[in-house]
């Protein structure tokens, strides 16, 4: 069975929540390559909790987070571990989510679909909310950084078929969107979102 047979479709420009459970593992892959998703999560019981770049980047003394390494939320406890990372990287923790206001700024008509957009609609469709949009890990988003401390943004380095296994360090829900962003290479010189496929795993 391939995987687009055993994985679930999230369309490109939208998102997804999955409620994880501690041990548990998705698996995302990216069929063309060239797609950016933007990963958030959240822990609602006993205490809210969410995943936080900035300590993430604190707790790894680096701006990459590769393959064995813990992403932790916002009390510095683990929530993720990339498991498994068949791509050549990196993936972004530095630029937040993209929006209404981003798109404003280049001229997109109103309703332009955004990954906060979708963090927010997925949450909703399971009956959640949160009043903020947090910073989100960047999964094959390709964003340089420059000596003088200047970004850049250029399209992923994954092949077509690369693959991120993530397991929850905690019951969680973790939050996917397929980011829609058309106007700037990050997903690709074509400039053109595309799906990503998602389905829990066993690990070894």
């Known amino acids: 069975m391939t995987a687009a047979e055993s994985h679930e479709i ?10 994880l459970a501690a041990g548990e593992a998705l698996e995302i892959v990216n069929p063309e390559g060239t797609q950016v998703v933007d990963i958030w999560a959240f822990a609602f019981a006993p205490a809210f909790e969410f995943l936080a ?12 987070v590769r393959r064995g390494m813990t992403l932790v939320s916002d009390r510095r406890r683990p929530m993720l571990r990339l498991a498994e990372d068949t791509s050549p990287g990196p993936h972004d923790t530095l630029l937040c989510a993209c929006n209404e206001a981003i798109y404003r700024e280049l001229g997109c ?5 955004s990954c906060a957009g979708n ?15 947090p910073a989100p890990f960047n999964l094959f988003m390709n964003v ?3 000596a003088d401390g200047s970004l850049d943004r250029l399209p992923p380095r994954a092949r077509p078929g690369d693959r991120a296994v993530f397991e929850a360090a ?4 973790l939050v996917l969107s397929a980011c829609p962003q058309d106007v700037t290479p990050v997903n690709g010189a074509a400039r053109r979102p595309t799906e990503i496929l998602v389905g829990r795993i066993g690990l070894p």
């Open 10 to 19: 999230v369309p490109a420009g939208h998102g997804r929540a999955f409620r």
């Open 170 to 173: 905690m019951d969680l829900v």
């Open 53 to 64: 770049m900035d300590q993430t980047r604190s707790v790894n003394s680096t701006i990459f």
């Open 119 to 133: 963090l927010h609609e997925a949450l909703a469709a399971l009956g959640l909310s949160v009043p903020f949009t």
């Open 109 to 113: 008509p109103p309703g332009h679909r």
């Open 144 to 146: 340089p950084v420059a």
